[in-house]
Protein backbone atom coordinates (compact mmCIF):
# COMPACT_ATOMS: atom_id res chain seq x y z
CA UNK A 1 0.00 0.00 0.00
CA UNK A 2 1.47 3.22 -0.75
CA UNK A 3 1.59 6.29 1.12
CA UNK A 4 -0.48 8.93 -0.78
CA UNK A 5 -3.07 5.83 -0.33
CA UNK A 6 -2.52 5.77 2.93
CA UNK A 7 -3.19 9.54 2.93
CA UNK A 8 -6.11 9.43 1.24
CA UNK A 9 -7.79 7.04 3.23
CA UNK A 10 -7.18 9.25 6.28
CA UNK A 11 -8.96 11.83 4.25
CA UNK A 12 -11.83 9.45 4.08
CA UNK A 13 -11.32 8.25 7.33
CA UNK A 14 -11.92 11.77 9.20
CA UNK A 15 -14.39 13.01 6.96
CA UNK A 16 -16.52 10.34 8.12
CA UNK A 17 -15.46 10.30 11.66
CA UNK A 18 -18.12 12.16 14.25
CA UNK A 19 -16.98 14.12 16.77
CA UNK A 20 -18.24 16.33 19.90
CA UNK A 21 -20.02 19.18 18.44
CA UNK A 22 -18.29 21.22 21.50
CA UNK A 23 -15.65 20.94 19.06
CA UNK A 24 -16.83 23.36 16.65
CA UNK A 25 -16.17 26.59 18.21
CA UNK A 26 -12.12 25.82 19.13
CA UNK A 27 -11.99 24.71 15.15
CA UNK A 28 -13.76 27.03 13.61
CA UNK A 29 -11.21 30.07 15.76
CA UNK A 30 -8.46 28.27 14.45
CA UNK A 31 -9.10 27.62 10.69
CA UNK A 32 -11.05 31.15 10.39
CA UNK A 33 -9.54 32.98 12.75
CA UNK A 34 -5.90 32.37 13.81
CA UNK A 35 -4.87 30.70 10.00
CA UNK A 36 -7.41 33.00 8.08
CA UNK A 37 -7.45 29.69 5.48
CA UNK A 38 -8.67 30.74 1.97
CA UNK A 39 -10.82 28.49 -0.44
CA UNK A 40 -7.98 28.76 -2.74
CA UNK A 41 -5.25 27.73 -0.69
CA UNK A 42 -4.10 24.53 0.57
CA UNK A 43 -3.70 22.80 4.04
CA UNK A 44 -1.72 20.11 5.41
CA UNK A 45 -3.26 18.37 8.10
CA UNK A 46 -0.58 16.17 10.59
CA UNK A 47 -1.98 14.43 13.55
CA UNK A 48 -2.20 10.55 15.39
CA UNK A 49 -4.75 8.42 16.55
CA UNK A 50 -5.15 10.16 20.26
CA UNK A 51 -5.97 13.16 18.38
CA UNK A 52 -8.25 12.02 15.77
CA UNK A 53 -11.49 12.95 17.07
CA UNK A 54 -9.70 16.65 17.12
CA UNK A 55 -8.63 16.55 13.53
CA UNK A 56 -11.95 15.17 12.12
CA UNK A 57 -13.46 18.68 13.66
CA UNK A 58 -10.38 20.44 12.25
CA UNK A 59 -11.25 19.08 8.87
CA UNK A 60 -14.86 19.20 9.00
CA UNK A 61 -13.80 23.28 9.34
CA UNK A 62 -11.81 22.99 5.97
CA UNK A 63 -14.40 20.57 4.08
CA UNK A 64 -17.08 23.89 4.62
CA UNK A 65 -14.45 26.51 3.75
CA UNK A 66 -14.07 24.41 0.19
CA UNK A 67 -9.98 24.23 0.25
CA UNK A 68 -8.01 21.91 -0.52
CA UNK A 69 -6.37 19.44 2.33
CA UNK A 70 -4.56 16.30 3.25
CA UNK A 71 -4.25 14.88 6.27
CA UNK A 72 -1.37 12.57 7.70
CA UNK A 73 -2.02 10.08 10.45
CA UNK A 74 1.21 9.70 12.08
CA UNK A 75 0.84 6.26 12.75
CA UNK A 76 0.21 5.17 9.06
CA UNK A 77 3.07 6.95 8.16
CA UNK A 78 5.90 5.93 10.45
CA UNK A 79 6.98 4.05 13.58
CA UNK A 80 6.97 6.12 16.62
CA UNK A 81 8.13 7.94 18.78
CA UNK A 82 9.24 9.49 16.04
CA UNK A 83 13.45 9.90 14.89
CA UNK A 84 12.83 12.13 11.52
CA UNK A 85 9.76 13.51 9.59
CA UNK A 86 8.59 11.26 7.44
CA UNK A 87 9.59 12.54 3.85
CA UNK A 88 5.95 12.04 2.46
CA UNK A 89 4.60 14.48 4.61
CA UNK A 90 8.03 17.08 4.26
CA UNK A 91 7.29 16.58 0.52
CA UNK A 92 3.53 17.38 1.30
CA UNK A 93 4.14 20.67 3.03
CA UNK A 94 5.71 22.14 0.40
CA UNK A 95 2.82 21.97 -1.40
CA UNK A 96 0.59 23.73 1.51
CA UNK A 97 0.41 27.40 2.34
CA UNK A 98 -1.10 26.74 5.80
CA UNK A 99 -0.28 23.73 7.84
CA UNK A 100 -2.01 22.07 11.04
CA UNK A 101 0.06 19.64 13.67
CA UNK A 102 -2.15 18.41 16.04
CA UNK A 103 -0.43 15.62 18.08
CA UNK A 104 0.71 14.30 21.04
CA UNK A 105 4.08 14.43 21.79
CA UNK A 106 5.91 11.27 22.57
CA UNK A 107 10.14 11.09 23.97
CA UNK A 108 12.20 12.20 21.90
CA UNK A 109 10.48 13.42 19.02
CA UNK A 110 11.53 17.09 19.83
CA UNK A 111 14.00 16.34 16.37
CA UNK A 112 11.31 15.86 13.93
CA UNK A 113 8.91 18.34 15.33
CA UNK A 114 12.44 20.90 14.11
CA UNK A 115 12.54 19.54 11.02
CA UNK A 116 8.90 20.44 10.11
CA UNK A 117 9.39 23.80 11.47
CA UNK A 118 12.63 24.52 9.37
CA UNK A 119 10.21 23.31 6.22
CA UNK A 120 7.49 25.85 7.51
CA UNK A 121 10.01 28.60 7.85
CA UNK A 122 11.85 28.05 4.32
CA UNK A 123 8.70 27.84 2.91
CA UNK A 124 6.90 30.91 5.13
CA UNK A 125 3.69 28.47 5.69
CA UNK A 126 1.01 30.02 8.25
CA UNK A 127 1.22 26.41 10.58
CA UNK A 128 -0.57 25.92 13.60
CA UNK A 129 1.36 24.13 15.89
CA UNK A 130 -1.61 22.38 18.30
CA UNK A 131 1.13 19.66 20.44
CA UNK A 132 -0.46 18.06 23.38
CA UNK A 133 -3.88 19.12 22.17
CA UNK A 134 -7.19 17.83 24.21
CA UNK A 135 -10.16 18.51 24.57
CA UNK A 136 -9.98 20.53 27.85
CA UNK A 137 -7.53 22.93 25.67
CA UNK A 138 -9.81 22.73 22.40
CA UNK A 139 -13.10 24.00 24.97
CA UNK A 140 -10.97 26.79 26.87
CA UNK A 141 -8.42 28.28 25.62
CA UNK A 142 -9.15 27.67 22.19
CA UNK A 143 -12.24 29.62 22.68
CA UNK A 144 -10.19 32.47 23.32
CA UNK A 145 -11.01 35.98 21.45
CA UNK A 146 -7.75 35.87 20.04
CA UNK A 147 -8.74 39.47 18.10
CA UNK A 148 -8.75 40.54 22.13
CA UNK A 149 -5.47 38.91 23.16
CA UNK A 150 -3.54 39.94 19.47
CA UNK A 151 -4.20 43.62 20.63
CA UNK A 152 -2.70 43.12 24.10
CA UNK A 153 0.08 41.54 22.95
CA UNK A 154 0.50 44.45 20.63
CA UNK A 155 0.76 46.78 23.34
CA UNK A 156 2.98 44.04 25.16
CA UNK A 157 5.24 43.99 22.27
CA UNK A 158 5.26 48.05 22.30
CA UNK A 159 6.41 48.24 26.14
CA UNK A 160 9.50 45.47 26.09
CA UNK A 161 11.03 46.03 22.47
CA UNK A 162 13.85 48.51 22.76
CA UNK A 163 13.62 47.57 26.98
CA UNK A 164 16.80 46.84 28.62
CA UNK A 165 15.51 44.91 31.74
CA UNK A 166 12.88 42.95 32.82
CA UNK A 167 12.15 41.91 36.50
CA UNK A 168 9.85 39.19 37.30
CA UNK A 169 8.53 37.87 40.77
CA UNK A 170 6.04 35.52 42.35
CA UNK A 171 4.65 35.30 45.68
CA UNK A 172 6.12 31.66 45.62
CA UNK A 173 9.85 32.70 45.86
CA UNK A 174 10.61 33.43 42.13
CA UNK A 175 12.97 36.61 41.59
CA UNK A 176 14.32 36.61 38.10
CA UNK A 177 16.31 39.10 36.10
CA UNK A 178 16.58 39.31 32.48
CA UNK A 179 19.20 41.87 31.05
CA UNK A 180 17.66 41.79 27.07
CA UNK A 181 20.00 41.79 23.98
CA UNK A 182 19.10 44.93 21.61
CA UNK A 183 20.71 42.42 18.99
CA UNK A 184 17.64 39.62 19.45
CA UNK A 185 14.31 40.57 18.00
CA UNK A 186 11.06 40.36 20.32
CA UNK A 187 8.45 37.44 18.13
CA UNK A 188 4.55 37.77 18.74
CA UNK A 189 2.63 34.72 18.66
CA UNK A 190 -0.85 36.07 19.70
CA UNK A 191 -2.92 33.36 18.07
CA UNK A 192 -2.94 35.36 14.85
CA UNK A 193 -0.96 33.29 12.61
CA UNK A 194 1.09 34.89 9.44
CA UNK A 195 4.22 34.09 7.46
CA UNK A 196 6.61 35.39 9.68
CA UNK A 197 6.16 33.11 12.58
CA UNK A 198 3.89 30.16 12.91
CA UNK A 199 2.63 29.86 15.67
CA UNK A 200 1.31 27.30 18.86
CA UNK A 201 -2.82 27.55 19.09
CA UNK A 202 -3.99 28.52 21.62
CA UNK A 203 -1.95 31.51 21.05
CA UNK A 204 -0.94 34.24 23.54
CA UNK A 205 2.93 35.39 24.32
CA UNK A 206 5.46 37.97 23.02
CA UNK A 207 8.77 35.94 23.51
CA UNK A 208 12.38 36.72 22.52
CA UNK A 209 16.04 35.25 23.18
CA UNK A 210 16.82 36.95 26.33
CA UNK A 211 21.09 38.25 26.67
CA UNK A 212 21.24 37.27 30.20
CA UNK A 213 18.74 35.61 33.06
CA UNK A 214 20.05 35.49 36.75
CA UNK A 215 17.91 34.31 40.03
CA UNK A 216 15.20 31.84 41.17
CA UNK A 217 12.39 30.47 39.38
CA UNK A 218 9.82 28.76 41.64
CA UNK A 219 8.08 26.50 38.71
CA UNK A 220 4.85 25.92 40.52
CA UNK A 221 2.93 26.09 37.19
CA UNK A 222 4.55 23.26 34.94
CA UNK A 223 7.67 21.94 32.61
CA UNK A 224 7.20 21.46 29.27
CA UNK A 225 7.81 19.00 26.59
CA UNK A 226 7.15 15.37 27.15
CA UNK A 227 7.65 15.36 30.91
CA UNK A 228 4.53 18.01 31.28
CA UNK A 229 2.29 14.83 30.96
CA UNK A 230 4.00 13.05 32.75
CA UNK A 231 3.89 15.59 35.69
CA UNK A 232 1.19 17.83 35.24
CA UNK A 233 0.10 21.02 37.51
CA UNK A 234 3.32 21.17 40.14
CA UNK A 235 1.63 23.40 42.51
CA UNK A 236 1.52 20.96 45.07
CA UNK A 237 5.38 19.78 44.33
CA UNK A 238 6.83 22.79 42.58
CA UNK A 239 10.41 22.65 41.10
CA UNK A 240 12.98 25.53 42.51
CA UNK A 241 15.62 26.25 40.21
CA UNK A 242 18.94 28.49 40.26
CA UNK A 243 20.06 30.23 37.27
CA UNK A 244 23.23 31.73 36.73
CA UNK A 245 25.02 33.22 33.54
CA UNK A 246 22.15 32.36 31.78
CA UNK A 247 22.28 28.85 32.26
CA UNK A 248 20.65 26.29 34.71
CA UNK A 249 22.51 25.53 37.63
CA UNK A 250 20.47 24.25 40.27
CA UNK A 251 17.16 22.61 40.61
CA UNK A 252 15.39 21.41 43.61
CA UNK A 253 12.38 19.43 44.26
CA UNK A 254 10.25 17.18 47.26
CA UNK A 255 9.51 15.14 43.69
CA UNK A 256 13.14 13.98 43.18
CA UNK A 257 11.69 11.85 40.27
CA UNK A 258 10.72 15.00 38.41
CA UNK A 259 14.05 16.61 39.52
CA UNK A 260 16.15 14.40 38.10
CA UNK A 261 14.08 13.91 34.81
CA UNK A 262 14.37 17.86 34.45
CA UNK A 263 18.06 17.84 35.32
CA UNK A 264 18.69 15.06 32.72
CA UNK A 265 16.62 16.41 29.96
CA UNK A 266 18.97 20.04 30.98
CA UNK A 267 22.00 18.62 30.25
CA UNK A 268 21.33 16.54 27.08
CA UNK A 269 23.65 19.14 24.80
CA UNK A 270 26.14 21.96 25.19
CA UNK A 271 22.91 24.63 25.57
CA UNK A 272 19.97 21.99 27.08
CA UNK A 273 21.12 24.35 29.85
CA UNK A 274 20.60 27.60 28.33
CA UNK A 275 17.79 29.96 28.60
CA UNK A 276 17.04 30.37 25.03
CA UNK A 277 13.83 31.91 25.59
CA UNK A 278 12.02 34.65 27.51
CA UNK A 279 8.34 35.08 27.11
CA UNK A 280 5.25 36.90 28.96
CA UNK A 281 1.96 34.86 28.19
CA UNK A 282 -0.83 37.04 27.23
CA UNK A 283 -3.86 34.99 26.91
CA UNK A 284 -5.83 36.86 29.16
CA UNK A 285 -9.23 34.69 28.78
CA UNK A 286 -6.91 31.34 30.57
CA UNK A 287 -8.38 32.20 34.57
CA UNK A 288 -5.51 29.51 36.07
CA UNK A 289 -2.60 26.36 34.79
CA UNK A 290 -4.15 23.50 34.23
CA UNK A 291 -1.48 21.19 33.55
CA UNK A 292 -1.54 21.04 30.14
CA UNK A 293 2.09 23.39 28.28
CA UNK A 294 0.19 24.03 25.11
CA UNK A 295 -2.06 26.26 26.86
CA UNK A 296 -0.46 27.13 30.42
CA UNK A 297 2.53 29.18 28.58
CA UNK A 298 0.42 31.84 27.38
CA UNK A 299 -1.28 32.32 31.11
CA UNK A 300 -0.50 35.64 31.90
CA UNK A 301 2.68 35.63 33.51
CA UNK A 302 6.88 35.11 32.64
CA UNK A 303 7.81 31.72 31.33
CA UNK A 304 11.47 30.73 30.56
CA UNK A 305 12.88 28.02 28.29
CA UNK A 306 15.57 26.39 28.57
CA UNK A 307 17.57 24.97 24.82
CA UNK A 308 16.54 25.95 21.50
CA UNK A 309 16.41 29.54 20.81
CA UNK A 310 13.95 29.77 17.69
CA UNK A 311 16.89 31.66 16.00
CA UNK A 312 15.50 31.70 13.27
CA UNK A 313 12.86 34.58 14.33
CA UNK A 314 15.14 35.64 17.35
CA UNK A 315 18.43 36.14 15.81
CA UNK A 316 19.81 33.89 18.23
CA UNK A 317 23.17 32.44 16.62
CA UNK A 318 22.97 29.37 18.68
CA UNK A 319 21.28 26.05 18.92
CA UNK A 320 19.72 22.86 20.94
CA UNK A 321 18.69 19.84 20.06
CA UNK A 322 16.12 20.81 23.00
CA UNK A 323 13.73 23.23 23.92
CA UNK A 324 11.62 22.46 27.64
CA UNK A 325 9.78 25.57 29.19
CA UNK A 326 8.98 26.49 32.50
CA UNK A 327 5.54 27.81 34.06
CA UNK A 328 4.75 29.34 37.51
CA UNK A 329 1.95 31.42 38.64
CA UNK A 330 0.94 35.18 39.97
CA UNK A 331 3.71 37.12 38.60
CA UNK A 332 4.41 40.96 39.16
CA UNK A 333 6.41 42.13 36.26
CA UNK A 334 8.84 45.62 36.16
CA UNK A 335 9.75 46.45 32.69
CA UNK A 336 12.93 48.99 32.75
CA UNK A 337 11.18 49.66 36.81
CA UNK A 338 7.48 50.19 35.22
CA UNK A 339 5.39 47.55 36.51
CA UNK A 340 3.16 46.32 33.78
CA UNK A 341 1.59 43.42 36.15
CA UNK A 342 0.42 42.63 39.73
CA UNK A 343 -0.29 39.42 40.87
CA UNK A 344 -0.85 37.58 37.26
CA UNK A 345 -3.05 40.70 36.18
CA UNK A 346 -2.02 43.12 33.38
CA UNK A 347 -2.20 46.87 34.33
CA UNK A 348 -1.83 47.22 30.79
CA UNK A 349 -5.28 47.29 28.66
CA UNK A 350 -6.24 45.12 25.79
Known amino acids: ?206 FTTPGEVKGTFVIDGVVGDYLCAKFGDLKASPLTIQVKGNRVVEAHSANKELQDDFWAYTHTDENSNRVGEFAIGTNIELVDVIGEILQDEKYPGVHIAFGNPYGAHTGAEWYSSTHIDVVGRNFDIWVDGEQIMRRGQFLIEP
Not at 1 to 22: G, H, I, V, Y
Not at 117 to 135: C, G, S
Not at 171 to 189: E, F, H, I, M, Q
Request: net charge positive.
Open 1 to 206: MSLMKTAEQSNRQLNQMAFDPQLTPGARNAVRVCLRVQPSERVTVITDEVSLEIAAALVRELEEMGCRYQTWVLEDVAARPLTDLPLAIAEDLYSSQVSIFAVQAQTNELKSRMQMTDVVNQRKIRHAHMVNINKRIMLEGMRADFLKVDRLSVKVLETVRGAKQIRAKTPSGTDLVADLNPNYRWVKTSGIISTEKWGNLPGGEV
